[in-house]
Nanobody, 130 residues
């Protein structure tokens, strides 16, 4: 079992930046695909950004491209989500997620509403005011 612990959420003004961290209790044995979903009340869960950690390949939702950056620290089993130019519509609960999967599926994992995810964090709230 892998535990994922998020940190770094909170409140910010539009245009500001926040960085989320997700630390895994151990490395994932198979191909490691780690990243973030977000959800607001009444809306479907949305994939935000993912990384196939062994290759360093990254994938982003169109809504965050150019503003968010996912990165990793392999030694710490940690992925980060740097969020710049934040908008009120970025307000959501952000969930760290991880899967042991193929490179191919990782590139599409955000399109499947969480199908294939093996581990979830408890979530962390991000609130952006205008």
């Amino acid at each position: 079992q892998v535990q994922l612990v998020e940190s770094g959420g909170g409140s910010a003004q539009a245009g500001e930046s926040l960085t989320l961290s997700c630390k895994a209790s151990r490395s994932i044995d198979r191909g490691s695909c780690m990243g973030w979903f977000r959800q607001t009340p009444g809306k479907e869960r949305e994939g935000v950004a993912f990384m196939y950690t062994s290759a360093g390949s990254t994938y982003y939702a169109d809504s965050v491209k150019g503003r968010f950056t996912i990165s990793q620290d392999n030694a710490e089993n940690t992925v980060y989500l740097q969020m710049n130019s934040l908008k009120p519509e970025d307000t959501a609960m952000y969930y760290c997620a991880a899967a042991g999967t193929s490179y191919s599926y990782c590139s599409r994992i955000m399109d499947h509403n969480g199908v294939g995810i093996d581990y979830w964090g408890k979530g962390i709230l991000v609130t952006i005011s205008s």
